[in-house]
């Protein structure tokens, strides 16, 4: 019994272990992308900040915004704002590792958690300030507590850990469907079904305010595409390995670990883990886009524990199952499979994966730019690298800018009015633009009135200097114009068609000034 007790212990703790020295390799990438620059420049407000923010954008992520605003409190860094993400996919890989040992044997569960650990989108995530990796943590901990439950525990915990995970982040609620499926195909009696009902019921009534919040906010996730079939296609390999003899060798071990008895097994509780959450926000995605890889990244704890199953299944039908040096072998076959995949791992490590780079935008503005400078962001959300790396663009001087983001109760500030905006450009010899790619293209024309002063003034006032400096970077455009030299008339519109486009921009200005308006929200 001692013998079993330490090889259960063991067969947690090493893929719990593992996948804490994979998340702590390369941590600190040298600098953030803009969805890690938004949770670390909102967790460092104060909690008044960060609550008059969640009223207008970002409520999906208020509760861990909180959880980030302790942990920065500590010591601001890369470190601290991936620390949690990596700490929540170690336990998150030990969790599974439990429910393998409970549901199967020891083996299952070593060999599930490592695979768990081995899973490059996982470890993309473990890296990542934002809280996708910790809700994958709390969703397999909701997972082995409806397993204790139905084995005679108290539904609270259950009801509690599930609460929290959906707070964290409200899609996560489709693991209630797959844990109803899994009641249904255990075939529990009525005192199961009750308790599981009272937990699932308070843990909604939980995110109902928050749901219908962030129903308002929805044009946060306006920039989603509807999901098509490679969208399953892409999932599939991402949680099973990325193709060739590991894809294949995963997909028939978790096809044989599908059949099972009416009863509570390790493939009545991952297989709906697996596939219903994601299927479930694919199919709902085609009459409102609202699919993405991430959002489901808590269901990837399910299929590492259907393929260890299945490999334990075809040992025993072969009559090896019971050699000592099988677990062992096992664990070889899951680091044989990690090599296969190490070049993902290593990428993972660096600035390639992440659309852009921060850091290096502030970092080119801080060798460019000279104080008394004066920079125009175009649009408003180019103002994030001067947020998140501010000693870049330290003495230089923000036209538009009328009030910063903590006391503007937006992400990245509110900007003037239009009118005097104006006034203030015009006022300029030379202007240093940040553009995001797409703001300099002859097609882009912003529906904000701020943002078409700022286009049409530079586009029509001003020109490129001469010699030409110009610098991109991860994307990024910076760009030092200079005054137009008068010759006669300005381009552009006809001087009755600019007067009323004038008339229109100064009612638009209020709406700017409306304590109503809210600024466009970054990307869940």
């Known amino acids: 019994m001692e013998n079993r007790s330490w090889e259960n212990r063991a067969a947690v703790a090493v893929p719990a272990g593992v996948m804490l020295v994979l998340g702590l390799w390369g941590v600190e990438r040298g600098g953030m992308w803009r969805d890690e620059a938004v949770t670390f420049q909102v967790a460092r407000r104060s909690v008044p900040e960060i609550w008059r923010l969640l009223h207008g954008v970002d409520a999906v992520h208020g509760l861990y915004y909180l959880l980030m605003h302790a ?27 439990v429910l393998g040992v409970r549901l199967a044997r020891p083996r299952v569960g070593l060999w599930a958690g490592l695979l768990y650990a081995a ?10 300030g934002r809280s996708y990796a910790v ?3 709390g969703a397999a901990g909701a997972t082995l507590l409806l397993v204790r439950a139905v084995r005679g525990g108290s539904w609270r915990p259950y009801g509690v850990v599930v609460a929290l995970t959906c707070v964290l982040h409200e899609l996560a609620v489709l693991l209630l469907l797959a844990h109803a499926v899994t009641l249904l195909h255990a075939r529990v009696g009525r005192r199961a079904w009750r308790g599981w009902a009272g937990a699932a019921g308070a843990a909604v009534v939980v995110l109902l305010p928050l749901a219908l919040v962030s129903k308002v906010q929805a044009g946060q996730v306006a920039w989603l ?4 079939p490679d969208s399953a296609e892409r999932l599939l390999h991402a949680a099973l390995g990325t193709g060739g003899p590991v894809f294949w060798t995963c997909l028939v071990l978790a096809l044989v670990a599908v059949p099972g008895p009416r009863r509570l097994t390790l493939a009545s509780v991952a297989l709906p883990w697996a596939v219903l959450p994601p299927l479930t926000l694919i199919a709902a995605s085609q009459l409102q886009p609202i699919y993405d890889d991430r959002y489901v990244l808590y269901a990837f704890g399910a299929a590492p524990l259907l393929v260890a199953f299945g490999a334990d299944r075809v040992l025993t039908m072969l009559r090896i199952g019971m050699s000592p040096l099988v677990p062992l072998a096992g664990t070889l076959a899951v680091a044989l499979a990690f090599t296969q995949q190490l070049p993902l791992h290593r990428q993972d490590r660096t600035l390639l994966t992440r659309p852009d780079s921060l850091a290096a935008v502030s970092a080119l503005a801080a060798r460019e730019l000279r104080p008394g400078d004066s920079v125009v962001f175009l649009p408003t959300i180019g103002r994030r690298a001067a947020v998140t790396y501010p000693a870049g663009f330290r003495g230089v001087r923000d ?5 910063p983001g903590p006391a503007s109760g937006t992400l990245y500030g509110r900007e003037r009015s239009p009118a005097g905006l104006r006034r203030d450009l015009l006022a300029l010899d030379r202007l240093w633009v940040v553009a995001e790619p797409y703001a300099l293209r002859s097609s882009w024309y912003p529906r904000n009135p701020t943002e078409r002063v700022k286009l049409t003034v530079v586009t029509e006032e001003f020109v490129p200097s001469e010699p030409r400096r110009e610098f991109v970077r991860d994307g990024i455009t910076l760009r030092l114009y200079a005054r137009r030299p008068e010759q006669g008339p300005p381009r552009g519109l006809p001087p009755e068609a600019r007067e009323a486009q004038e008339a229109l921009e100064a009612l638009e200005a209020l709406e700017v000034r409306s304590p109503e308006r809210r600024q466009r929200p970054a990307p869940w």
Do not use: D, K, N
């Open 399 to 403: 036209v538009a800018l009328a009030t």
């Open 135 to 137: 809700v994958g943590a």
């Open 225 to 228: 595409p509807r999901p098509g």
């Open 71 to 97: 942990v920065l409190a500590v010591r601001p860094g890369e470190l601290a704002l991936r620390l949690p993400s990596v700490c929540g996919a170690a336990v998150a890989a030990g969790l599974v590792a």
């Open 119 to 128: 899973t490059p989108l996982v470890g993309h995530y473990a890296q990542e």
